[in-house]
T-cell receptor
């Protein structure tokens, strides 16, 4: 069983919808990261969390340390949000990613 | 605004050939990492370094060697390439696990 599990694997949404991507992990962590991989392949770090909640624009990331669970939310989704979203913990142990497609 | 630069961006090797991938960062980061990304498997850590002159094995180190002779450079070597090493390789650097990371743009390697 992978130490970092993401759900769903694939997600298709209509523009404007509220998106939630989930990440569960089975190890103790110092930090959890959310990354975005663009269709062209580049990887960008979105958030680093050790507790609570962070917000950047339309993106919100939360973490529940006791439940070993994190969520990434996208409000008012847009086609440019289409990408693979990756959860990673500690020394960068990665989930398999969630492929998000937002249709206009 | 270079950040993390990987060279080359693409390469095709024949089985048994050797090559070195270069990762260079200009942010004075202590930590550097090499990952491979395969379809459906996510990113996997090959080797990493926590400072100049140090290296350590990650999740999938077999068939690879690394060196960190200078703080800004982290080299990944394939001594005898195999088709199983066909992958996209990413380098990343950072200041520690509790801080953000910067990724290179990737190297697409095909071994035939």
């Amino acid at each position: 069983k992978n130490e970092v599990e993401q759900s769903p694997q694939n997600l298709t949404a209509q523009e404007g919808e509220f998106i939630t991507i989930n990440c569960s992990y089975s190890v103790g962590i110092s930090a959890l990261h959310w990354l975005q991989q663009h269709p062209g392949g580049g990887i960008v770090s979105l958030f680093m969390l050790s507790s609570g909640k962070k917000k950047h624009g339309r993106l919100i990331a939360t973490i529940n340390i006791q439940e070993k669970h994190s969520s990434l939310h996208i409000t008012a989704s847009h086609p440019r949000d289409s990408a693979v979203y990756i959860c990673a913990v500690n020394d960068m142990r990665f989930g398999a990613g969630t492929r998000l497609t937002v249709k206009p | 605004n270079a950040g993390v630069t990987q060279t080359p961006k693409f390469r095709v090797l024949k089985t048994g050939q050797s090559m070195t991938l270069l990762c260079a960062q200009d942010m004075n980061h202590e930590y550097m990492y090499w990952y491979r990304q395969d379809p459906g498997m996510g990113l996997r850590l090959i080797h990493y370094s926590v400072g100049e002159g140090t290296t350590a094995k990650g999740e999938v180190p077999d068939g690879y060697n690394v060196s960190r002779l200078k703080k800004q450079n982290f080299l990944l070597g394939l001594e005898s390439a195999a088709p199983s090493q066909t992958s996209v390789y990413f380098c990343a650097s950072g200041t520690g696990i509790s801080y953000g990371y910067t990724f290179g743009s990737g190297t697409r390697l095909t071994v035939v």
